[in-house]
């Protein structure tokens, strides 16, 4: 079974910075990763995509409360996506998931599946 895990999360001042990683494990069988994504979801709010990643010349989108303070990047070698978020803001506090898409071949049920991690806290506070 496909797992992702986050790693990096914890406490921060604003200003500061903090790079998220996440890592997939379990492909036991064909695979090809497809885009990867961060999300966030802050308490009593939905769930927002903050940047994702292609697999294709790795092109990125970010959303415009991140834009020119998160960069996200992928290592398809080692199936791993980070986010290095900087200047962080008490608004930025939530807890963050990594998301991913990968297609499954030459199995019974081969396709297009979608992954998340468990979630990782950023708390972003004086």
């Known amino acids: 079974q496909v797992q992702l895990v986050e790693s990096g999360g914890g406490l921060v001042q604003p200003g500061g910075s903090l790079r998220l990683s996440c890592a997939a494990s379990g492909f036991t069988f064909n695979f090809s990763l497809r885009a990867m994504r961060w999300y966030r979801q802050a308490p009593g709010k939905e769930r927002e995509l903050v940047a994702a990643i292609s697999n294709v010349e790795g092109s990125t989108n970010y959303a415009d409360f991140v834009k020119g303070r998160f960069t996200i990047s992928r290592d398809n070698a080692r199936k791993t996506v980070s986010l290095q978020m900087n200047s962080l803001k008490a608004e930025d506090t939530a807890v963050y998931y990594c998301?991913?898409?990968?297609?499954?071949?030459?199995?019974?049920?081969?396709?297009?599946?979608?992954?998340w991690g468990q979630g990782t806290q950023v708390t972003v506070s004086s």
């Open positions: 998301n991913l898409d990968y297609y499954k071949y030459g199995v019974a049920n081969a396709g297009l599946v979608t992954a």
